[in-house]
């Protein structure tokens, strides 16, 4: 385990709380493992929050689907065609996942999971 990784993951798992777009679930794994740092718990807090992380990160195509479906437009509104589209920029650009602020932070926890794990 890296200390500088982990920091990094520190950080990122603040940001993914603070994050709008961030689901019940993954804001109490983050909060969870944040929490258990340093206890005998750590371990285990950890492994629950990248299998929560692993669940969540939307890739784009299904953000794109999504956005166009009937529960899309219930959820983004009169944004849904944007959010469609932005999605579509994403993919074009060679993105693989939704780059919204949760998505982002979660992203960049699962590339440094090993370093909590």
Excluded: R
């Amino acid at each position: 385990m890296n200390q500088k990784g982990k920091e990094y993951v520190m950080e990122k798992a603040k940001e993914l709380i603070a994050a709008y777009s961030c689901c019940a679930e993954a804001k109490e794994a983050a909060k969870a493992w944040l929490g258990a740092i340093g206890t005998d718990k750590e371990a285990e807090a950890a492994k629950n929050l990248i299998a929560e992380l692993e669940e969540d990160l939307m890739p784009v195509d299904q953000l794109i689907g999504f956005a166009k479906s009937e529960a899309g437009a219930k959820v983004f509104g009169d944004k849904a065609a944007e959010v469609a589209a932005h999605g579509e920029e994403i993919k074009a650009a060679g993105g693989k996942y939704c780059d919204c602020p949760a998505c982002a932070a979660v992203e960049a926890i699962l590339e440094k999971k090993e370093n909590i794990l």
